[in-house]
């Protein structure tokens, strides 16, 4: 990609940052960045299911066990009785055994924190390298846990950033990787954040808001709807943002 197009993108993320941030606000972040494994674990309990629902989960996890070296003691089943609120408790209590597993073997102490000092990309190649840690949960602990300028992909994201046109992408990591390293400093949080609410409470798969979305003027999405929806229902809390 020349750097004409590179910067050229990164006006228009700045753009679509602050139309959402007149709508929205600044998102708020967690006082604490939290520990990267506490990231990790709470984006794997966050697959298809909402922010209150995983939240239960990972506090019945936190609240049930002193630290991830007593979860890393359970077998699946085990955990899964703990985390069945978030739902795909067999999925997502094997993920979590696996990747514990993995850590135990590595050291004495099960824990991420060797990943604080290295570079983006490292860090996104060693968590990616556990079983059933993908480029989204990774890149939700280098911007949640390590506050680095990566905005992470979800289904909203990659629906949001397609719709409007500033990527032209068929899957969440590819629009991942298309805007990687073009967000504006200091902006991947709020951008994220926002965008995730955008696509909660305006663009939705099906039926947008569009007549009174924030992002109206600049979308170039064909099918925007006409009709005015009267209400929407604010969709705020951010689990990534309440781990501690
Ligand atoms: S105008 Fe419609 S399609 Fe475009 S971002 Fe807003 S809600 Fe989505």
Redesign the pocket.
Known sequence: MCLTVIIMMQKKIEKINQLLIQHFGIPQKSKQLPDPLDTIIGTILSQNTNDQNSFKAYRNLKDNFNNWDEVAELKPAQIEKHIKVAGLGKQKSKAIFELLQSLKKKQSLISLNHIKNISDTKILEELTSYNGIGVKTASCVLLFSLDRNICPVDTHVHR?LN??GLVKTNNPEKTFYEILNKIPEGTAHSFHTNLIR?GRE??KPTM???PK????KI?K?E???KVIKANYSKRDFMLLDNLN
């Open positions: 949001v719709r409007i955008l305006f663009c947008p808001n569009c979305c924030p992002l109206l979308c999405y099918n925007k709807t």
